[in-house]
């Protein structure tokens, strides 16, 4: 299928990028990344493989896309990611273990992402633009 949709939209001077894209028969999974300035915001996925057998599949999934991505429009139109720090991206599992803000002692700034976190982030994106 790899159908998806994808649209810059101006908030409170800002330029946003959001794509979806369906990534198809054979990595049957939705994903919606938005991006600012570069950086990855966010990155929300929704499996299907419960339904490739549908004979209706392809209405389903373009569904799934329209509903996904006016989702997350809906989230940024309404504020959610505004003046976020950097670091930790909203609607991106945390690592386990990981410390949160409020864990760490008064005063000590945020470290940086740890490698892991920004490894997944570049892969993802990366299979978001490598189409076969």
Avoid: C, W
């Amino acid at each position: 299928m790899h159908v998806g949709i994808n649209q810059n939209i101006i908030r409170d001077s800002e330029v946003y990028h959001l794509q979806t894209e369906d990534g198809g028969r054979k990595n049957p999974v939705i994903t919606t990344v938005l991006f600012k300035g570069g950086r990855i915001l966010l990155t929300r996925k929704t499996p299907y493989s419960d339904i490739l057998k549908s004979d209706k599949l392809s209405i389903v999934v373009k569904e799934i896309i329209n509903e996904q991505h006016a989702s997350v429009l809906k989230e940024l139109q309404e504020g959610r990611f505004d003046d976020k720090p950097q670091g930790h991206a909203p609607g991106r599992e945390k690592p386990a273990g990981a410390p949160s803000a409020a864990g760490r002692p008064a005063g000590k700034a945020a470290s940086p992402p740890a490698a892991d976190e920004i490894d997944e982030a570049i892969l993802d994106h990366l299979s978001l633009t490598t189409k076969k």
